[in-house]
């Protein structure tokens, strides 16, 4: 079975810290991977889509991929209180438009 | 603004009672999709449709059911709710570009009594 799974949380770090979430994927053939953050009682919230090996940077995110090693992690630079969510890691598998999607690490952001 | 609408934004209903939800977009986008999602939970692919072609994911209940009238709006239905059917509905539609981004809507939060 094709599966994403995340590091377990919940994540607690301090106001102004870098927070690190990780995914991994098994299916090789994945071509797009995507960061959604949820508040609680909310919907996802697309905050970034990265498709080539390497970093990509947005404001204070940062997604980094490795196809080869089918891993892909979110960096959030000087965490705030405001980014105290979930964050769900999805992959697309069998490279079509469905998404599998990891359970999600609970962010805290103490201040 | 484009935009995934949903509603009603919370939904109450008795056992076994027939509820219908509705998701509407503006985003014009091909592939329009319903999930389930429970507490701590990742959501949960109930079925799709990309145009008018209905992809139903093989653990879905028969209990569950959607309907596609156009583009713009998709609707799922529960034909007999039990108490485990409480849970939040997402809608999320995607384009059909190499991007397959999904963009969900707010959701309707199913109570079942």
């Known amino acids: 079975q094709k599966e994403v799974e995340q590091n377990s949380g919940p994540l607690s770090v301090p106001e102004g810290a870098i927070a690190s979430l990780n995914c991994t994927y098994s299916d090789r053939v994945s071509q797009s991977f995507f960061w959604y953050r949820q508040y ?15 970093d990509k940077e947005d404001g204070r995110f940062t997604a980094q ?3 080869a090693s089918q891993y892909v992690s979110l960096l959030i630079r000087d965490s ?3 980014d105290s969510a979930t964050y769900l890691c999805a992959v697309n598998m069998d490279n079509d438009y ?3 999607f990891g359970a999600g690490t609970t962010v805290t952001v103490r201040a | 603004d484009a935009m995934v609408i949903q509603n009603p934004r919370y939904q109450v209903t008795q056992f076994g009672k027939p ?3 509705s998701c509407s977009q503006t985003l014009n986008h091909n592939v329009m999709y319903w999930y389930q999602q429970k507490s701590s939970q990742a959501p949960k692919l109930l079925f ?3 145009d008018k072609d209905f992809n139903n994911e093989a653990d879905t209940p028969d209990n569950f ?4 009238p156009n583009t713009s709006f ?3 239905d529960i034909r007999s709710p039990g108490l485990g059917d409480a849970a939040m509905y997402l809608c999320a539609t995607s384009g059909t570009g190499n991007s397959y981004e999904q963009y969900f809507g707010p959701g309707t939060r199913l109570t079942v009594t």
């Open chain 2, 48 to 50: 799709h449709y990309y």
């Open chain 2, 65 to 68: 059911q959607s309907r596609r």
């Open chain 2, 74 to 76: 998709c609707f799922l």
């Open chain 2, 19 to 21: 509820v219908t939800l």
């Open chain 1, 80 to 82: 705030q209180p405001s």
């Open chain 1, 98 to 100: 469905k998404l599998s």
């Open chain 1, 65 to 67: 991929l490795n196809k």
């Open chain 1, 40 to 54: 609680s009682g909310k919907s996802p919230e697309l905050i970034m889509s990265i498709y080539s090996n390497g």
